[in-house]
């Protein structure tokens, strides 16, 4: 994971810029340590795979070097993820990554795993910027970033992550 963290580290430098809410793409393929016992992507690997897809957009967004600039570090809050199909050893696959909506202090983004013109997994996941201070706010880190406009509405899939998540939590579930 470590050689796949650089080289999408440093291909990230040399795309282009993007802005929040963009999409983006890493075109991936799934490697023997990506396998589990049962011949397909393990599933804690999708988390792991995800980093990089966070990583790629931090740094086309500027965060990554707002952060340096800041000591702010990235953390992920939570992450919901439905496994629709296993991906097969070698198989070629698209990681499409997006932020999609945030509060005050936490951006929400959704991702999919494609493999042709099947979504292999899809899921969303809640991260948040840090200081030493605590969580940065959500307009602070975006007006960073000389991002002004509003959060698009929560969709209704994060809504319902959000209050399942309240619930469980409420009831130490």
């Not at 994971?1 to 580290?9: C, E």
């Not at 702010?72 to 919901?80: E, H, N, Y």
């Not at 099947?118 to 007006?143: D, F, T, W």
Request: aromatic letters at 10%; one cysteine or more.
């Amino acid at each position: 994971m470590y050689l796949r963290l650089i080289l999408t580290l440093l291909r990230s430098l040399l795309k282009p810029a993007i802005e929040i809410g963009d999409t983006i793409e890493l075109k991936l393929r799934v490697l023997p340590n990506d396998l589990d016992f049962n011949g397909h992507m393990n599933n804690g690997r999708y988390l792991t795979i995800l980093d990089l897809a966070l990583i790629e957009y931090m740094t086309r967004a500027g965060l990554v070097r707002l952060g340096i600039k800041n000591g702010w570090k990235p953390v992920l809050g939570a992450a919901i993820l439905s496994y629709r199909k296993g991906l097969k050893p070698f198989a070629t696959y698209k990681l499409k990554f997006s932020v999609v909506c945030w509060d005050e202090q936490w951006s929400y983004m959704k991702f999919e795993f494609v493999c042709g013109d099947r979504v292999m997994a899809v899921g969303h996941s809640k991260g948040a910027i840090i200081s030493k201070s605590g969580i940065v706010p959500s307009n602070e880190l975006y007006r960073s970033l000389g991002f002004s406009q509003n959060s698009p509405a929560i969709p209704a899939s994060i809504g319902a992550w959000l209050e399942a998540e309240r619930l469980m939590n409420a009831t130490g579930a």
